[in-house]
């Protein structure tokens, strides 16, 4: 069974408009959490879509120009460094797909979120997937507009705050980014509350 399978399958039961929604950038300890919703064409299959996560960033770049081209529609959002640390990543993370889902330029009948997590105010019938990266087509496409988005925004705060080398390793906690750390202490978009087991 292939993530299309999946999709399918939903549509086989009535639904018109089945809407994928996933987040890049739980774990980094600097930059913003981002999330994406996507309304995939069910007669305009993509393939190679899977979880971003197992796709390597050329492939997952070449796709991400591929599921803006042929998406019936997609909407992508964040919530800032600022938003993470006032509410917790998981309420931020939640923030950034509700924000997601809302920016659609086609509403939605169905609503399938990765993970099992639900965020609230959702403006149709929604349910968790957990894995719902790999099993559906439409969340696998928003795991990659999410993951790319973010990294493309990484590589940008890369070129302001070039001592941190975020174009290296996005944000997250490499041996790298942590020796950076320690060398020249935090950054107006690094996560505070999540360093302080590393920098005390």
Known sequence: MTNFDFDRAVYKKGYQAVCG?????????AGPVFAAAVILDPSDEIS?????KKLSEVKREALFD??????IAYSIASASVEEIE???I?????????????GLSVKSDLILIDGNCMPSDLPSKAFTIVKGDALSACI???????KVSRDRFMREMDKKYPVYQFAK???????LHIQLLH???????HRRSFLSKILG
């Open 48 to 52: 190679e879509l899977n979880d971003s």
């Open 183 to 189: 060398q020249y202490g935090c950054s107006p978009i």
């Open 90 to 102: 998981l309420q931020a993370t939640l923030l950034a797909m509700q924000r997601a889902v809302i």
């Open 169 to 175: 390793h996005k944000g997250y906690g490499t041996a």
């Open 21 to 29: 929604v996933d987040e890049a950038g739980r774990g980094p300890l």
């Open 66 to 71: 591929t599921i803006i081209k042929q998406a």
């Open 140 to 146: 696998g496409a928003a795991s990659i507009l999410a």
């Open 86 to 88: 006032q509410l917790n």
